[in-house]
C-alpha cells in the first residue's frame, strides 16, 4: 500500500489568512483526493486531483476558496484560501491503490 | 439517495467485552464495503475489504460481515481492548462513470474502559 506523508499536522490560524497542506506519496498515483472533516462528522471529499489538469471539485467547494496543485505523480497541495472560524476541520488527502485507499494522518486546522 | 448509515453513534464497553457496529446502506451500483479504523487526530486505517460475494472476513480480534441482500455490514469486535477506542467508519464504493466514488458513513466513536 502507499504511504502518504502530510503536514501540518495541525495549525492554528488567523481569520482571512490562508493555510497550504502538503502531501507526499512514497509512490506515484494517479489520482489524489483532498477531503475534509468537520468535528464529529465523517468525511466529506472537496476535490479530486489529478496529475497534468485541472482538479475536479464536488458541489459546494469552488477553486477559488480551495486551490489545489498537483505538480507531479506523488505530490498535492490543498490551499484553504481567506479563512474563516467556520473552516476549523481536519483536512485530509487520500490516494487510490490497487483495492485500497490509503489516508494522511490528517491536518487539524482552527481558525480563531 | 446513495446513502452510509451507521449505529450506534457512540458506545462505552468495558475492555475484554465484545460488541458489534452496524452498517446500513443504499448505494447503487455497489463496488465493495470497507470498514476504517480512526484514531484521535490520525487519519483513516483500513480494516477490512468486502465485495459483493463475500460474507465474512476476519482481521484479527475484527470480523467483518455483509448481507448484500439487506445491504447490511456489521462489524465485530472480539474482546475489546483500550487500544480500540476510536471512530470505526464504513464506508461503501459505488462505480460510477469510469471512476470509484466512496460514500462515507458518519462513524461510530467507540470508547472501551479499563
Known amino acids: 500500500s502507499a504511504v502518504i506523508s502530510q503536514k501540518p499536522s495541525r495549525d492554528i490560524c488567523q481569520r482571512g489568512t490562508s493555510l497550504t497542506i502538503q502531501c507526499q506519496v512514497d509512490?506515484?498515483?494517479?489520482?489524489m483526493f483532498w477531503y475534509r472533516q468537520q468535528p464529529g462528522q465523517s468525511l466529506t471529499l472537496i476535490a479530486t486531483?489529478?496529475?497534468?489538469?485541472?482538479?475536479?471539485?464536488e458541489s459546494g467547494f469552488v477553486i477559488d476558496k480551495f486551490p489545489i496543485s498537483r505538480p507531479n505523480l506523488t505530490f498535492s497541495t490543498l490551499t484553504v484560501s481567506n479563512m474563516s472560524p467556520e473552516d476549523s476541520s481536519i483536512y485530509l488527502c487520500?490516494?487510490?491503490?490497487?483495492?485500497?485507499?490509503?489516508f494522511g494522518s490528517g491536518t487539524r486546522l482552527t481558525v480563531v | 439517495k446513495n446513502q452510509v448509515e451507521q449505529s450506534p453513534q457512540s458506545l462505552i464497553i468495558l475492555e475484554g467485552k465484545n460488541c458489534t457496529l452496524q452498517?446500513?446502506?443504499?448505494?447503487?451500483?455497489?463496488?465493495?464495503l470497507r470498514w476504517y479504523k480512526q484514531d484521535t487526530g490520525r487519519g483513516p486505517v483500513s480494516l477490512t475489504i468486502?465485495?459483493?460475494?463475500?460474507n465474512t472476513k476476519s482481521n484479527g480480534r475484527y470480523t467483518a460481515t455483509l448481507d448484500a441482500d439487506t445491504k447490511q455490514s456489521s462489524l465485530h469486535i472480539t474482546a475489546s481492548q483500550l487500544s480500540d477506542s476510536a471512530s470505526y467508519i464504513c464506508?461503501?464504493?459505488?462505480?460510477?462513470?469510469?471512476?470509484?466514488?466512496?460514500?462515507f458513513g458518519a462513524g461510530t466513536r467507540l470508547a472501551v474502559h479499563p
Open positions: 487520500s490516494v487510490g491503490y490497487g483495492r485500497g485507499y490509503t
Open positions: 509512490s506515484q498515483v494517479t489520482m
Open positions: 486531483a489529478n496529475q497534468g489538469s485541472e482538479a475536479t471539485y
Open positions: 452498517c446500513n446502506y443504499t448505494v447503487s451500483p455497489f463496488s465493495n
Open positions: 468486502m465485495t459483493f460475494s463475500e
Open positions: 464506508v461503501v464504493i459505488l462505480f460510477s462513470g469510469g471512476y470509484n466514488k466512496l460514500i
